[in-house]
């Protein structure tokens, strides 16, 4: 996983977290979580501060995702999540 | 309603009495220097309920956006039930709601309603004050049938009248 092949590095998964109803949202994301592969980002939109999922990630995943914040409202949201354990 | 409790029943009505208290003590930190905390534990809690009983899971669910003042710019329509006539009515779960927010959230969906249709209220008392409410507001316009009243949970058929 040199930065020369870019080509082979996973690309980012965007979510929308807008279109999806709310009642599945959570679960959406927990897959997309746990798919995430090292040096790959998950790229999310959401309409309020997705703090509760991320207290929910914490429980069930601890320290294992770092979430980083593009914009923060007030109506739009916009974070990448990455994988924060090595594992190497 | 009045068969007699299986071990499983008695114990899945436990736990929810349980849950419930959990969620009114969690609730209180809403606000204070606390909240982060309160967060963290209800998430822990919504983790270990999430698969032996995910209903009681989603209501802690519901106390974390409650507790880190959430607002959604619609309510969810969570689930569907069957009615006698085989049709399903939807469910307005208002348990996690926060109080200030649940007539009006209820009254926004009965607003919404055609002559004949209904949906169904969750709540955690006897939602009977809205009931004066709406008897107050819109007399003659509204059903109102409890299918479960209490002690833990109420379930209100609401209706517009045809």
């Known amino acids: 996983m040199s930065a020369k092949n870019d080509w082979l590095q996973p690309q980012p998964i965007e979510l ?8 599945r949202r959570h679960d959406i994301i927990f897959t997309c979580l746990q798919h995430l592969k090292q ?9 309020h501060d997705p703090l509760p999922l991320r207290y929910q990630t ?31 | 309603m009045s068969e007699p409790l299986s071990r499983e029943n008695s114990e899945h009505a436990l736990v929810e009495q349980l849950v419930t208290l959990l969620i009114r003590s969690l609730r209180l930190h809403r606000d204070q220097a ?14 270990a309920l999430r698969n032996p009983y995910p209903q009681l899971a989603e209501r802690l669910n519901g106390t974390l956006h ?10 969810k329509f969570e689930e569907e039930t069957e009615t006698p006539a085989g049709r ?6 208002v348990r996690d709601a926060p109080p200030a927010q649940r007539h009006e959230q ?13 949906f169904i209220i969750v709540n955690d008392h006897d939602p009977k004050p809205l009931y004066y409410q709406l008897q107050a507001e819109q007399p003659g316009k509204a059903t109102w049938e409890y299918l479960e009243s209490g002690p833990v949970v109420w379930r209100v058929r609401l209706g517009r009248a045809t």
Do not use: M
Request: net charge negative.
């Open chain 2, 88 to 93: 399903t009515l939807p469910i307005l779960d």
């Open chain 2, 106 to 118: 209820i009254l926004g969906h009965f607003a919404a309603l055609q002559p004949g249709e209904a």
């Open chain 2, 34 to 47: 606390s909240s982060g905390e309160a967060a963290t534990l209800a998430a822990q809690a919504w983790a």
């Open chain 1, 39 to 47: 040096d790959q980002q998950l790229q999310l939109i959401v309409d």
């Open chain 1, 16 to 23: 929308d977290v807008r279109l999806i109803p709310h009642d």
């Open chain 2, 66 to 75: 409650y507790l880190t003042n959430v607002r959604f710019s619609e309510e």
């Open chain 1, 58 to 88: 914490e429980a069930l995943w601890p320290g294992q995702y770092t979430w980083k914040y593009l914009q923060a409202g007030p109506s739009v949201w916009r974070l990448t999540v990455e994988r924060s354990d090595t594992g190497a």
